[in-house]
Every structure is written in C-alpha cells, then in structure tokens.
C-alpha cells in the first residue's frame, strides 16, 4: 500500500524538520502515541522505540531514520504489524511563504486480517499524522504573514 499527504505551513522547513526529527516529544501530541525513546541520535540517522495503541491494541516499532538535514527523513519501520514499512519526510522551501512538509509511505502487513483494517484505516491514519505535525508547529511558533505584494497599488480616480 502507497500514500501520500502534504501540507503547507507559513514556517520554515529547519522548524518543521526538527519537529519531525524530535521524536521524544511525540507522546504529547500525535495520536496514538504512547511513548517514543530515542536510542541512538547523530546527525544523519536517529533510531527510536516508538509505542501505540488504540482501544486495547498496543505495539512497539523500532523506526530507524537516515536524515538529510533540513530536507528529507527516509523511514524504516520494523515491528507488529508491519511487515515492511519505508516512508519519507520531505520539506521543500517555499521562498518567504514558509514550506511543504510531504509525508509517503509505503507498507505491507504481516497478518492479513489486520492489514485489511489497517489498510482501509491508512489514509486517516496518514491524514491525523500529517496534521497533528502541522498543528504542533503552529503551537509551537504562530505562522509567519504572507509577503506584502510588491505590486504599486492602482491610484483610484
């Protein structure tokens, strides 16, 4: 299964990259989440204990992350109930507008049963990720305005 979200947000993508990269703070405000330790952080790769649950099912992952600061963060997830995960951060500046932050995955599940409702589940799951990034960073620091057009204002006769 492949997916794809993004969004754009008025910050600049060095904000959005070390929220992403700041897996610790995860627990206090992605869904799902209940717990993340990192185990290993340099500056191009960080792995980390990564917990969730929902109603009675919880897992673990062990996500390893190789970083290319400020640009891209390529995912690999390993754990129940995936069977391959591989999923990319990308932040692509958008001049004074602030950046698009894009979140893809593409993933396989080891038992079909659950990989069915997961599967079917994925684009909201991928949806509540994307946005819970985008409304943790405007939390964190208010969007800057949009540039002021540089454009003359037509005189009214």
């Known amino acids: 299964m492949d997916l794809t979200r993004s ?29 993340a330790v990192v185990l290993e952080r340099r500056d191009d790769f960080v792995r980390a204990r990564v917990g969730f649950g929902f109603r009675g099912l919880d897992s673990h992952l062990l996500a390893e992350v190789d970083k290319q600061p400020f640009h891209t963060m390529d995912v690999r997830c390993k754990g129940w109930p ?4 591989r999923g990319r951060w990308r932040f692509e500046p958008l001049g004074d507008c602030g950046c698009r932050v894009t979140f893809s995955a593409c993933t396989g599940f080891r038992d079909a049963w659950w990989g069915g409702i ?22 964190l620091a208010p969007e800057r305005p949009a540039p002021a057009s540089s454009a003359a204002p037509v005189p009214r006769e």
Do not use: K, M, N
């Not at 995936?82 to 995960?85: V, W």
């Open 7 to 35: 969004a754009l947000v008025a910050q600049a993508p060095e904000r959005l990259y070390a929220l992403v990269e700041h897996a610790e703070d995860y627990p206090s405000f992605l869904p799902w989440c209940t717990e």
């Open 82 to 85: 995936f069977e391959g995960f």
């Open 118 to 139: 997961l599967q079917f589940a994925a684009g909201l799951i991928a949806d509540r990720l994307v946005a819970a990034f985008v409304a943790r960073a405007r939390t």
